[in-house]
């Protein structure tokens, strides 16, 4: 498939992506700080918000791995590494820091650009210059294999 197709149905999978998380208010962080205060003002939304992506990817992923192939590619590229390492546990940890003190995880902060609001650019800044930082000290340490 030529990759000018596969740009456009990359965008169009971004937009819906996009038009779903701004429908179910997971870009804003107030909501996601509501839903980590389980003895507070706890809002279960989010509950609500990863169950249907849950069941809809359940579902989904047994219809289309019936398939010989994928629709847009010759084969399908599944990830195969199953052990948890130290880094994926790190990584893990630091994402969910990220996330309860920010009220973003990097797809909800991108979408939260278009907000033109400073908390979105601060987190998506401060996600890619952890990013950098991350590739710097791998490329010295080989935390990743």
């Known amino acids: 498939m030529k990759s000018k197709n596969i740009a456009i149905i990359s ?3 971004g937009v819906l992506f996009a038009l779903g998380l701004g429908i179910a208010g997971m870009t804003q962080p107030q909501k996601i700080i509501a ?18 992506g849950i069941g ?8 289309i791995r019936k398939r010989q192939s994928p629709i847009f590619s010759t084969e399908w590229h599944v990830p ?6 130290p880094a994926l546990i790190v990584g893990a940890i630091i994402f969910g820091i990220g996330w309860g003190l920010g009220g973003f995880c990097p797809g909800p902060a991108v979408v939260a650009l ?6 979105p650019f601060v ?4 996600m ?10 791998d490329s010295k340490l080989k935390i990743r294999k």
């Not at 890619?128 to 000290?137: K, Q």
């Open 123 to 126: 987190f998506v800044f401060s």
């Open 56 to 63: 809809i990817h359940f579902i989904a992923y047994r219809l």
């Open 11 to 13: 965008f169009i999978s």
């Open 80 to 85: 195969t590494k199953t052990e948890i390492t």
């Open 128 to 137: 890619l210059l952890g990013m950098f930082l991350f590739h710097l000290v």
């Open 114 to 119: 278009a907000s033109f609001k400073a908390k």
């Open 35 to 52: 839903f980590l205060d389980v003895f507070g003002a706890w809002d279960p939304s989010l509950v609500f918000v990863m169950l249907s």
